[in-house]
């Protein structure tokens, strides 16, 4: 049944793909896998290169939240605040644990509507030194706080910081970014602020935020040392031409919205995943909107081999009375892949309209799928003709599923593989 799509493949030609894994060192690289989610919108009032926050960048994997924020926290214990939004329930007026490094100064903040935050990260430094804390909102909820994290520096990187609330938090802070917007309440570069790269990185795990599926949203801010006063910076941003915020404790009285989310929307297919001969599996997740009348829907492959070649997504959509499988290990030109195809069972599409062949030089790609024009497996050799050449609209109520196939030519046991898959179930 995947004779046509294995044919297809062995037909497309070699490239090199290198290493999409994240590294938390305070430095958003070309590779990580990151998506820009929200770009500083007016220059800061807290010292260009002192504090500021230049843009944010988010990767979701099966279990991490990596969020990258480039930018400099001056050394004089002013406060860096990642507010998240990742389970039901949470605070659209802020409750902070009064323990928690004196974040209660920020009681009483309102915050736009639809964001109601549940955890909180805090990072400050001075005296040649770094801390952090991580704890859930509210006067009973528990909280971590981690002293001098860096020893006896205020740069650096650490892993696996664990305590009572978190499992495993990696926390980085670069301070040599001297890009990004510039001092004033003006409109800010948004050019430099996304090309900026060093500042700020975080690594949470899903499950210390309560996180079991939908979106997540986030903000993040500076503020003085003890809390209470707020800066103009913020992600979401603030009009341009704001000043700082000082004592001010509505954001719903501001332009746009001071927070932004992190959208996925796909649901894991059970199924047995292999590592590739990078030592590790690749990802598939989508983000943006399960609505067919939004027609929003980005896929994005991280995570494959540094040997690899050709790498392209397919979906499969099952018709009446089909039902989902897997064949392990398929043949595909003489040689059997490592993976399994986890979403047979039905009929293939390709996604290889126009340039979406992907032979790519950084180990990730993304598809904005056209969900009015998918390659469509359901007029499959219609004409006589393959069913690349062919699309559909999704429907409402239908389930879509995608895998990633990519060549693997020094795996040692075969010659190509596949990522995770997904399915995607349209409102």
Same mark, same amino acid.
């Given at each position: 049944?995947?004779?046509?799509?294995?044919?297809?493949?062995?037909?497309?030609?070699?490239?090199?793909?290198?290493?999409?894994?994240?590294?938390?060192?305070?430095?958003?690289?070309?590779?990580?896998?990151?998506?820009?989610?929200?770009?500083?919108?007016?220059?800061?009032?807290?010292? &260009?290169?002192?504090?500021? *926050?230049?843009?944010? @960048?988010?990767?979701?994997?099966?279990?991490?939240?990596?969020? !990258?924020?480039? /930018?400099?926290?001056?050394?004089?214990?002013?406060?860096?605040?990642?507010?998240?939004?990742?389970?039901?329930?949470?605070?659209?007026?802020?409750?902070?644990?009064?323990?928690?490094?004196?974040? #209660?100064?920020?009681?009483?903040?309102?915050?736009?509507?639809?964001?109601? %935050?549940?955890? *909180?990260?805090?990072?400050?430094?001075?005296?040649?030194?770094?801390?952090?804390?991580?704890?859930?909102?509210?006067?009973?909820?528990?909280?971590?706080?981690?002293?001098?994290?860096?020893?006896?520096?205020?740069?650096?990187?650490?892993?696996?910081?664990?305590?009572?609330?978190?499992?495993?938090?990696?926390?980085?802070?670069?301070?040599?970014?001297?890009?990004?917007?510039?001092?004033?309440? /003006?409109?800010?570069?948004?050019?430099?602020?996304?090309?900026?790269?060093?500042?700020?990185?975080?690594?949470?795990?899903?499950?210390?935020?309560?996180?079991?599926?939908? &979106?997540?949203?986030?903000?993040?801010?500076?503020?003085?040392?003890?809390?209470?006063?707020?800066?103009?910076?913020?992600?979401?941003?603030?009009?341009?031409?704001?000043?700082?915020?000082?004592?001010?404790?509505?954001?719903?009285?501001?332009?746009?919205?001071?927070?932004?989310?992190?959208?996925?929307?796909?649901?894991?297919?059970?199924?047995?995943?292999?590592?590739?001969?990078?030592?590790? %599996?690749?990802? +598939?997740?989508?983000?943006?909107?399960?609505?067919?009348?939004?027609?929003?829907?980005?896929?994005?492959?991280?995570? +494959?081999?540094?040997?690899?070649?050709?790498?392209? +997504?397919?979906?499969?959509?099952?018709?009446?009375?089909?039902?989902?499988?897997?064949?392990?290990?398929?043949?595909?030109?003489?040689?059997?892949?490592?993976?399994?195809?986890?979403?047979?069972?039905?009929?293939?599409?390709?996604?290889?309209?126009?340039?979406?062949?992907?032979?790519?030089?950084?180990?990730?790609?993304?598809?904005?799928? &056209?969900?009015?024009?998918?390659?469509?497996?359901?007029?499959?050799?219609?004409?006589?003709?393959?069913?690349?050449?062919?699309?559909?609209?999704?429907? !409402?109520?239908?389930? @879509?599923? @995608?895998?990633? @196939?990519?060549?693997?030519?020094?795996?040692?046991?075969?010659? #190509?593989?596949?990522?995770?898959?997904?399915?995607?179930?349209?409102?």
């Amino acid at each position: 049944m995947c004779r046509s799509l294995f044919t297809a493949l062995n037909a497309i030609a070699l490239s090199s793909l290198s290493l999409a894994q994240v590294t938390v060192d305070g430095q958003r690289l070309a590779g990580e896998g990151y998506t820009l989610l929200s770009t500083q919108t007016v220059n800061t009032q807290f010292g &260009d290169n002192q504090s500021e *926050l230049n843009a944010a @960048w988010v990767r979701v994997t099966s279990d991490h939240l990596y969020v !990258a924020i480039p /930018g400099n926290l001056e050394s004089n214990f002013n406060k860096f605040d990642l507010l998240i939004d990742s389970k039901a329930g949470g605070f659209n007026t802020l409750q902070a644990n009064s323990g928690m490094d004196g974040a #209660s100064a920020l009681d009483g903040l309102k915050f736009d509507s639809g964001f109601d %935050p549940d955890f *909180l990260v805090v990072c400050r430094r001075g005296s040649f030194r770094f801390y952090v804390d991580f704890g859930e909102l509210g006067s009973s909820g528990s909280y971590d706080s981690f002293a001098e994290v860096f020893g006896t520096n205020d740069f650096g990187a650490v892993q696996d910081l664990s305590g009572s609330v978190t499992t495993g938090l990696d926390v980085a802070y670069n301070g040599l970014n001297s890009g990004g917007v510039s001092s004033g309440t /003006g409109a800010a570069d948004s050019s430099a602020a996304q090309a900026a790269f060093q500042g700020l990185e975080f690594g949470i795990p899903l499950a210390d935020l309560g996180w079991t599926g939908g &979106d997540i949203q986030l903000c993040a801010m500076v503020v003085s040392n003890d809390h209470s006063f707020l800066s103009n910076q913020f992600l979401g941003g603030l009009p341009a031409g704001t000043d700082n915020l000082g004592y001010s404790r509505d954001l719903t009285l501001l332009g746009g919205d001071q927070h932004f989310d992190v959208p996925r929307v796909d649901a894991q297919v059970t199924c047995s995943v292999t590592h590739h001969s990078g030592g590790f %599996p690749a990802k +598939l997740a989508a983000y943006g909107s399960d609505s067919v009348s939004d027609n929003d829907l980005s896929l994005v492959v991280t995570g +494959l081999p540094t040997t690899g070649t050709t790498a392209y +997504l397919f979906n499969a959509f099952l018709a009446p009375g089909q039902t989902l499988s897997t064949v392990s290990t398929p043949t595909i030109a003489g040689v059997t892949a490592s993976g399994d195809v986890c979403i047979a069972g039905g009929t293939f599409g390709r996604h290889v309209f126009g340039s979406d062949i992907y032979m790519g030089t950084d180990g990730t790609f993304t598809i904005d799928v &056209d969900l009015g024009d998918i390659p469509s497996p359901r007029d499959a050799g219609v004409g006589g003709n393959p069913s690349y050449l062919y699309s559909t609209s999704a429907l !409402a109520g239908e389930t @879509w599923y @995608w895998q990633c @196939w990519f060549r693997d030519p020094t795996s040692g046991t075969g010659h #190509s593989n596949f990522s995770e898959a997904i399915s995607v179930t349209f409102q």
